[in-house]
């Protein structure tokens, strides 16, 4: 059968409800599919997937335990210009959403047992496909490298830059990932998802009870 039927698919960690989970027959395991702005953290046995252009995904997991997860972001380009405002800080208002995404796995990850000291990181993404979004690939890129640098997170693996799509399957029950780039992208869903997206979180209000540096 082509779907897992509610009985028989394995409980979500708390809060990843309405992230869609699907039964992969080519791989034989449970999958969840991130959409941009997405994240899921799993301690079960499964498979984490996604397609990325411009946006970045970073692969999180805790060594010991297995507990793990993946996100896909993107920074917002911001207008957010005050009296006094310098270019610098309103750069800051744009990395501040990048900071939210990353804290929210990392933190989540934690919560479900996972130890910050035996946290590795693999990260993806970061393409050019889209012309006019100019350097949102680079620009995220930079931010989560020198994320992961400034937080002392332990890098074992990075593909990002190119002009391609990635796919990316994340199991972080053992940390394997298969990446896949769409060197003959055939149609433009993610061009469209990802302008869309761009769109969307233009100026966007990040607001959270968690601490973002």
Not at 61 to 68: A, F, H, S
Not at 107 to 133: C, H, Q, S
Not at 159 to 178: A, C, E, H, Q, S
Not at 184 to 192: A, E, Y
């Amino acid at each position: 059968m082509s779907e897992l039927s509610n009985v028989l698919m394995p409980p979500s960690v708390s809060g990843f409800e309405n992230i869609r989970r699907y039964w992969d027959r080519t791989n034989n395991i449970v999958a969840a599919k991130l959409l941009p702005g997405e994240y899921y953290v799993t301690n079960q046995d499964e498979l984490i997937t996604t397609v990325l252009g411009s946006c970045i995904s970073t692969c999180i997991r805790d060594k010991v335990t297995g507990i793990g997860g993946m996100n896909h972001f993107m920074l917002p380009e911001t207008t957010q210009l005050r009296l006094n405002t310098s270019k610098e800080s309103v750069v800051g208002i744009s990395t501040r959403y990048g900071n939210y995404a990353m804290e929210h796995l990392i933190n989540t990850i934690l919560v479900n047992g996972g130890k910050r000291k035996n946290l590795e990181v693999k990260v993806f993404g970061g393409g050019k496909i889209i012309p006019t979004m100019g350097d949102v690939g680079l620009r995220n890129i930079s931010f989560v490298l020198d994320y992961i640098d400034t937080e002392g997170l332990t890098l074992l693996a990075q593909d990002l830059g190119d002009i391609y799509p990635r796919k990316v399957n994340f199991y972080p029950k053992t940390g394997r990932v298969r990446m896949k780039k769409l060197q003959d992208l055939h149609n433009d869903t993610i061009v469209n998802r990802e302008t869309q997206y761009f769109r969307a979180i233009k100026d966007v209000k990040v607001e959270s009870d968690i601490e973002l540096f």
